[in-house]
């Protein structure tokens, strides 16, 4: 996966050929182009803030029914079930 800088890299440049674009279709292509890196970038920053809550809330994986199941209650990485019964 690429980083969010890389692809505000590629959006500038989109934009500056877009500046230099002669031809009306081009530059609108380019612009869409453009936007589209935004996009990616900043689809990799509010991923980037999601983790690093999860990570500030607390360690623990999620406590998705499947996930247990895949793990197992007794693997490290499974959030702890409370007992039953007591």
Do not use: C, Q
């Amino acid at each position: 996966m690429s980083s969010e800088s890389e692809y505000r890299r590629w959006a500038a440049a989109s934009l500056d050929l877009a500046k230099r674009a002669a031809m009306l279709a081009d530059k609108t292509r380019l612009l869409v182009i453009a936007e589209a890196w935004l996009e990616l970038a900043d689809r990799i920053g509010r991923a980037r803030s999601r983790r690093a809550a999860r990570r500030t809330i607390g360690d623990a994986p999620a406590e998705h029914p499947l996930v247990t199941s895949a793990l197992g209650s007794d693997h490290p990485d499974a959030p702890a079930r409370p007992l039953r019964g007591r």
